[in-house]
């Protein structure tokens, strides 16, 4: 079977402008990272537009009407201090949407094992009714619970691994128990979310905050004893990955200090649990990550696990 990739010219046009750290130049990274020999394999796919009913699983209709009525004709307009749009951030934030969205419908009919989507703007901080972060909408979320409408799952899980907590997708998961989210992540640092007594109504939020400085024996030591026993017991048919690399020791927004060899590791016990529960069903989507070459290097990493384990490689 094949590993797809997602992504779409449209998110290049996304311009949060000079100086700001999600930037154009991210995704051009990611692109050149799978350009070499060893990803012949990947079978590379253009995310589609997602559609208005899509958004509005995880936002409320006449938000996604706000955000979108937000995008200006021209220049750049800021809907937080963090949070830039320009006028192709709309399509942009629908392909990424979209991608997540036809990435799931690939997964779980079996036209591919797993997939990664290669796209901007990244989504885990967008809360229901806001936007913030660098996001607009919530595609990682918007991801699982259309696994769950439209193909039956009762059980969807996101597992995030950026330095920055997911805030936006806790909140949507926070009371339902057939949706889970396991997070590691710089505690404290934005959005100031992610304490271990967040636990979600039902046990089915598990955080594992980690101290500035924190190296690689921490990261997995955290992400052995606290997110994946937790997954493990959720027993989840399909396991998202919000996949932000900015936990890497070359980033400039954080300081836990991860390398390569980690996000290797993490996708093989990740890809391991999804065998185990979900039929080896794994989407991940890009997230953060804000050193070009340690995002461009640990992507690559990432996406070659991904592959491994479509193939049935257990190491």
Not at 4 to 22: I, V
Request: with cysteine; glycine share 10%; hydrophobic share 40%.
């Amino acid at each position: 079977m094949t590993t797809r990739f997602y992504t779409h010219n449209a998110c290049l046009d996304h311009d949060t402008g000079a100086g700001h750290p999600e930037r154009i130049d991210r995704l051009r990274a990611v692109n050149r990272a799978v350009e070499t020999g060893s990803f012949d394999g990947l079978e590379h796919h253009e995310a589609p537009r997602a559609t208005r009913d899509r958004l509005e699983l995880m936002h409320p209709a006449d938000h996604v009407e706000e955000v979108l009525a937000a995008v200006p004709q021209e220049g750049q307009r800021h809907l937080d201090p963090d949070t830039v749009v320009s006028p192709g951030s709309a399509e942009a934030a629908l392909r990424a949407a979209g991608a997540l969205v036809d990435a799931v419908d690939a997964v779980v009919t079996g036209k591919a094992d797993n997939a990664f989507c290669a796209v901007r703007p990244p989504g885990h901080h967008a809360e229901p009714t806001r936007a913030m972060g660098f996001c607009l909408f919530n595609s990682v979320a918007i991801g699982a619970e259309h696994a769950r409408q439209a193909h039956g799952l009762a059980r969807a899980a996101v597992v995030d691994f950026d330095v920055h907590h997911g805030n936006g997708t806790q909140a949507m998961f926070w009371d339902d128990e057939g949706l889970f989210y396991g997070s590691t992540h710089q505690f404290p640092h934005y959005p100031g979310t992610g304490r271990p007594d967040e636990t979600g109504r039902h046990g089915n939020i598990a955080n594992a905050p980690l101290a500035p400085g924190t190296g690689s024996e921490t990261f997995r030591k955290a992400f052995d004893e606290i997110v994946l026993p937790a997954l493990h017991d959720f027993r989840p048919e399909i396991v998202f990955i919000s996949a932000g690399f900015d936990a890497h020791e070359r980033d400039p927004l954080a300081q836990i200090n991860l390398h390569e060899e980690d996000y290797a590791w993490a996708t093989d016990r990740l890809a391991e649990i999804a065998r185990d529960h979900a039929g080896g069903r794994v989407v991940s989507v890009l997230e953060g990550g804000y050193d070009l070459m340690a995002l461009g290097s640990s992507a690559a990493v990432h996406i070659e696990r991904l592959m491994a384990a479509g193939n049935g490689d257990k190491t």
